[in-house]
């Protein structure tokens, strides 16, 4: 399958991550949006890494081998987001208890 | 006698002493002891003066000789100005002048001064002195820049006199006035040294002189009109002259001194010493000659209609000062120093002679006050009409020599300058009469009190009129006239070394003896007739209310010239100053200082509206701010 | 080790000073350490006359290329003296004024001191920097602390104002520093060969610096607003002292590093300097505050300086060294008369005094004298200074409008002629004035520290030779430099 397909998906899932978060206010929906943004991404590196080694593959005295960075990668990025959801839901619960609501509108005590 | 010529710097040593020591013990010193002092050292100068004369006047004396250097003044590179005097024969004569009216002024003053606070008094004198010390470093000033130390320093002291009575306060503004009219004179002088040090590299007379002939016609003729303004700042000419009479707020004493021995002769005193580069610029020469002629007769008109005694002998100063210039424009330079002499004389003889009087009458100077002072005052009354004979230029008397000679050189050059002269002779003639008559006869017409108190004044007042009056009726004699005596005129012989370059120089164009007794005659007679017409109407005069009319009150109002001043100089400047500090320097420069401020101030209120915190809106501008940085990259790549 | 100890003594001494609680012991104490300075500065004249000048050079930090190195020569020395002399005459003049939290006050003047003395004599371009805000920070707080009414504001104003002057001439030396091969000595940079155009910039970074600091039209608005909120023993530092900062600063930082660039631009400097000349006097006309009116005659005095170190010519760098020391010392004797004025009558409104001649004869006397000097009368010393400037500038061979700017700088001298007048006629000579008819004479402590004024205004005025020979191996050098790269 050309790797045009994969870059594509992944572009559409990034999309709708970044049009969710920056749309919604829905604390939870947003959070699911950046799930959707760095799953994109994984699916990119994995992706590309599939296609650097079939290259290699085909041509082995050429290039260097790629190894499995890239797939590498993804596992490190999904344990960072298990990290995240845990602090972030964390976070969410926090601010349902505190605002009775998880609308991001809320939070605008930043300014101060 | 050994060469007192090396002993010179006693000269202007001696008043620097007196200043010193009445300065600065005024408060303990007894006002006889100032008196002795203040007036001991100009005697002292006097005596010295003397002795160098003689010595200048024996044969064996060259100018190399009275070239005294003292120390470096100042020195960077090759310029090189030596604080150095300069004595010969020029500088004598006025060292004789100086101290020697000077020192019959200081006796005069002990007395006039007397009922001043002892402070006060010391005060006075040592500004005398050093009036007198900052002249005579003029005129023994070996180079341009020691001769303008002098010429500021009379500035100085004229303005520190003029304002010696200083809580009043119109006072004070006659000696700013006479200062800063004194500055813009210097200015030129100045630019001219500059101006010199630029072509030739020194100020040393002997070395600028010498260097005249090689200066080109253009410099020479920048360098003399700018010295001629420093000469009208300082000796009162058009347009500078309105700080002279209004000089006389001082006290009597320094407008004589002002007047006959020291400050106003400094600038024909400059001239004359540069006279070979003013006889290389013929330009010059008539701008000279033709501003002192419109001075004199200008100045004279104003006279005739002035009433405060002082004013009338100021506007005649500015008006025989005119006459000088005439005499320097023309060429005439031993005639123009000649009349600085004679006026000396008659100028401190008169203005002496009106302090007694305004003493006799407790500080009345208007002269419709007064009236038939001769009975009361009959020194005075004699030595003060020997003094207006003198000035107005009736023989023997001094006045009639020196004026003759100046009119005879205006003639030989240009019959017009001697006709306007002869114009501007005819009227001093005429004021000085006229005051002479409504002081000193007809009858009395100030009040009974001032009448009762009329007094001759103490012989410290008289002798110095005596002096004086001698010297006015015979110092004519020094300088007679080829067409009376064969050799006569010993001034001009003793003189001759000063002008021999510019004798050279000028077309020998001597009128013949026929028509210069002609001259005279014919002078002397309209002179006379003057006199006698001025002498009977002023006699009878009576005291009226009305105000004087049409031509006579301009004249009484002198021309408005100080009005004209005012309204075209002074105020416009005060204006402008205001604007620039109103506006421009709060509103311009600071409204831009602190705009650059007020814009940053704004500028971070503004973007301090981003801090919305909502975290939607910062996303927003993240993911935006990505945008627009990978756009950047993409374009900018290649 | 005499440049060190100039620095040393009233830097130490400063430090102490915090320590001190006695208000009275403090200022002994400051008296003390600035005539101890003054002795050592005199002390360094006499050695100089054996040595040329004096130099001290130790290792200071050589990861940066930045020696600890300092020289004492003819225009440092000039102004070192001047230095050393201020300070005792200031606290001298001042002794009977009161400021609370005394110790304080003087320890922060005497940390200036140090910081002045160490921009005079640094040859070291960082040691150079160091040292100038070593004098500038303590006034800041000397000026907010003590200052008058407003002294926030105008605190502000100036901190802002040279504080972009100091940044600005920071990158300048950090450009110099790499174009002279990592070095930050004076000669490394004289060394610099530039390639054409690069050093018009580093010419206009330091010259703003220093033009804000003298101050030069237009940037002079701090100035006035500055020493009129100052305290008055601050106000002498700044407009005696400190002001000779930005004329030293091109003196020995510009004009010779970057002589081409003064050479060329010098005709538009020249007549800014002479536009605020001719300003400053007529503006200080119509001033009625008697602070402000010196702070513009200041001004004028400066634009004089700057229009004849431009004129590159030997009279007229020789003038401006000399007149450098006698505007210092003339300037702070008016303001001692100033500050005799205020303390004593509160005010210093001109249109509220008058007749002051009459209740304090010998401050009047004193008063012309200096007032005379300071508009440049024969005799005095800064005639000399004056005189030599304006030959320097007409016989300028770096213009072709020698003439024209000569006349201008002249029209200036007689408008200082009518402000000085005016202002000595207004508060001293007329009839005394409700505040004024209860004055009396003033101390001895002024008395003497005018009187010293006075003696060196004479002297120097009357035998200006010594000065003139200090400076004049110096300015040869300095003009060597610009008729080199020409």
């Known amino acids: 399958m050309p790797i045009q397909y994969y870059i594509f998906l992944a572009l559409a899932l990034f999309c709708i991550g970044v049009a969710g978060v920056l749309a919604r206010r829905n604390v939870i929906i947003i959070f699911m949006c950046i799930e959707l943004m760095l799953n994109a991404a994984n699916l990119l590196l994995v992706a590309f890494s599939k296609m650097h080694h079939a290259a290699w593959m085909a041509k082995p005295a050429g290039i260097a081998s790629p190894g499995a960075d890239g797939q590498l990668f993804v596992f490190f990025i999904m344990a960072v987001a298990a990290a995240e959801v845990s602090v972030g839901l964390a976070i969410i619960v926090m601010m349902y208890r505190n605002t009775h609501s998880v609308d991001v509108n809320f939070l605008n005590r930043l300014k101060n | 006698m050994g060469n007192i010529i090396q002993l010179a710097w006693l000269v202007p040593l001696f008043p620097l002493i007196g200043f010193l020591i009445n300065g600065l013990g005024r408060r303990s010193l007894s006002k006889g002891a100032i008196s002795f002092i203040g007036s001991g050292a100009i005697l002292a100068s006097f005596i010295v003066s003397i002795m160098i004369v003689l010595q200048v006047k024996s044969p064996g004396f060259t100018a190399s000789q009275g070239v005294l250097k003292m120390f470096d003044f100042i020195s960077v590179d090759k310029l090189i100005i030596p604080f150095a005097f300069q004595i010969d024969q020029l500088s004598s004569l006025f060292l004789l002048i100086i101290t020697g009216v000077g020192f019959l002024i200081h006796v005069y003053s002990t007395s006039y001064m007397h009922d001043e606070e002892s402070e006060h008094f010391g005060r006075y004198f040592a500004y005398l002195n050093l009036f007198v010390f900052s002249m005579l470093l003029l005129v023994m000033g070996g180079n341009f820049v020691i001769m303008f130390i002098g010429w500021e320093g009379v500035g100085l002291c004229s303005y520190l006199l003029i304002g010696f009575w200083f809580k009043n306060s119109d006072y004070n503004d006659a000696a700013k006035k006479a200062f800063v009219m004194n500055r813009i004179g210097d200015f030129g002088f100045l630019l001219a040294v500059f101006w010199i040090i630029a072509k030739v590299g020194s100020v040393d007379f002997s070395t600028v002189f010498a260097a005249a002939q090689s200066l080109s016609k253009t410099d020479i003729t920048i360098i003399t009109l700018l010295l001629f303004v420093g000469a009208a700042g300082k000796s009162a000419q058009i347009p500078l002259y309105t700080w002279l009479p209004d000089a006389m707020a001082g006290p009597t004493p320094v407008s004589a001194l002002i007047h006959a021995a020291t400050m106003v002769t400094a600038g024909i005193y400059m001239i004359a010493r540069s006279n070979i580069l003013y006889s290389l610029a013929p330009i010059t020469q008539t701008v000279v000659a033709v501003t002192g002629l419109v001075t004199a007769v200008f100045a004279a008109t104003i006279a005739l209609q002035q009433n405060d005694i002082k004013k009338v002998l100021a506007y005649s100063t500015v008006s025989q000062l005119g006459y000088m210039f005439l005499g320097l424009g023309v060429g005439a330079y031993t005639g123009a120093v000649f009349h600085v002499m004679t006026h000396a004389f008659f100028k401190a003889l008169l203005f002496l002679g009106a302090g007694s009087v305004i003493h006799a009458m407790h500080s009345e100077q208007d002269i419709r006050n007064m009236g038939g002072l001769k009975k009361q005052m009959p020194v005075t009354h004699i030595t003060f009409l020997l003094g207006c004979l003198a000035i107005a230029g009736v023989p023997p008397f001094s006045g009639f020599f020196s004026k003759d000679e100046i009119l005879a050189g205006a003639f030989s050059v240009n019959p017009v300058y001697y006709y306007i002269g002869v114009a501007g002779a005819l009227m001093t003639a005429f004021y000085m009469f006229r005051l002479y008559a409504m002081t000193f006869t007809g009858t009395f017409r100030g009040t009974h009190e001032q009448e009762h108190h009329l007094h001759e004044s103490p012989v410290a007042i008289t002798f110095p009129l005596i002096v004086l009056a001698v010297l006015a009726a015979i110092a004519g004699f020094a300088g007679l006239p080829e067409v009376f005596v064969e050799n006569g005129h010993a001034l001009e012989h003793f003189l001759a070394p000063i002008f021999a370059e510019s004798a050279k120089l000028k077309h020998a164009n001597h009128l013949d003896h026929t028509t210069e007794i002609t001259l005279m005659v014919s002078v002397t007679v309209l002179i006379l007739i003057t006199i006698i017409y001025a002498w009977i109407r002023f006699s009878r005069y009576r005291k009226t209310e009305a105000d004087t009319k049409g031509l006579a009150r301009v004249l009484e109002n002198k021309w408005y010239v100080d009005e004209i001043y005012n309204a075209a100089i002074v105020r416009p400047l005060n204006a402008f100053s205001g604007l620039l500090n109103r506006v421009v320097e709060k509103v311009l420069i600071d409204g831009l200082v602190n705009g650059v401020g007020k814009s940053i101030q704004y500028g971070s209120r503004q973007l301090r509206l981003l801090q919305s915190g909502q975290v939607g809106s910062y996303i927003l501008l993240m993911v935006l701010s990505i945008l627009a940085f990978f756009a950047l990259v993409f374009f900018t790549k290649k | ?486």
Not at chain 3, 81 to 89: D, E, G, K, N, V
Not at chain 3, 99 to 124: E, H, P, R, T, W
Not at chain 3, 157 to 164: E, M, N, R, S
């Open chain 3, 1 to 486: 080790m005499i440049p060190v100890l100039l620095l040393i003594i009233p830097l130490l001494t400063g430090l102490l000073l915090f320590a001190v609680k006695n208000e009275k012991s403090a200022k002994n104490l400051a008296l003390l350490s600035s005539i101890a300075t003054l002795t050592v500065s005199l002390l360094g004249v006499t050695y100089m006359k054996n040595a040329g000048y004096l130099d001290y050079d130790m290792e200071w930090m050589p990861a940066l290329g930045s020696r600890f190195h300092v020289r004492l020569d003819g225009m440092g020395q000039i102004l070192c003296l001047l230095t050393a002399i201020s300070f005792p005459l200031i606290f001298v003049a001042t002794y009977y004024n009161r400021y609370k939290n005394a110790a304080s006050f003087y320890a922060l003047m005497l940390l200036s001191q140090a910081g002045l003395m160490g921009v005079f004599i640094a040859v070291d371009a960082l040691l150079f920097y160091f040292f100038w805000e070593l004098a500038l920070i303590p006034v800041y707080f000397l000026c907010s602390i003590w200052g008058g009414e407003k002294r926030i504001a105008a605190t502000f104003k100036f901190f802002i104002y040279t504080f972009a002057g100091s940044l600005l001439m920071l990158l300048g030396l950090i450009y110099l520093y790499f174009k002279a091969n990592q070095s930050f000595s004076l000669e490394a940079f004289y060394a610099i060969q530039f390639k054409p155009g690069q050093d018009t910039a580093i010419f206009w970074m330091l010259f703003l610096a220093f033009a804000i600091k003298m101050p030069i039209f237009p940037f002079h608005t701090w100035q006035p607003d500055t020493y009129e909120q100052s305290p008055t023993a601050v106000t002498m530092v700044l407009s005696g002292i400190m002001v000779k900062m930005g004329v030293f600063g091109l003196l020995r930082w510009v004009v010779p590093v970057v002589p081409f660039s003064s050479w060329q631009l010098g005709d538009r400097i020249t007549i800014f300097a002479l536009i605020g000349l001719i300003y400053a006097s007529l503006v200080a006309i119509k001033q009625d505050d008697l602070k402000r009116l010196v702070a513009y005659s200041s001004i004028a005095h400066i634009g004089l300086m700057c229009a004849a170190i431009f004129a590159t010519d030997k009279s007229a760098t020789q003038g401006v060294m000399l007149q450098m020391f006698n505007h210092g010392i003339n300037i702070i004797g008016l303001w001692i008369v100033v500050d005799v004025i205020e303390q004593q009558f509160k005010t210093r409104k001109i249109s509220e005094l008058g007749g002051v001649a009459q209740k304090a004869p010998a401050l009047a006397i004193l008063l012309v004298i200096i007032a005379f000097a300071n508009i440049g009368l024969p005799l005095t010393n800064a005639f000399i200074g004056e005189f030599m400037m304006f030959n320097g500038i007409f016989t300028s061979k770096a213009t072709a409008f020698n003439v024209v700017f000569t006349i201008v700088a002249l029209v200036g001298i007689i408008l200082s002629a009518v402000y000085t007048l005016n202002m000595i006629k207004k508060v001293f000579y007329g009839n005394t004035s409700e505040l004024t008819s209860a004055g009396h004479d003033i101390s001895f402590n002024v008395k003497l520290a005018l009187s010293i004024i006075v003696v060196l205004i004479i002297v120097l005025g009357v035998f200006p030779k010594p000065m003139l020979s200090v400076t004049n191996q110096l300015s040869d050098a300095i003009l060597g430099r610009m008729y080199l790269k020409n």
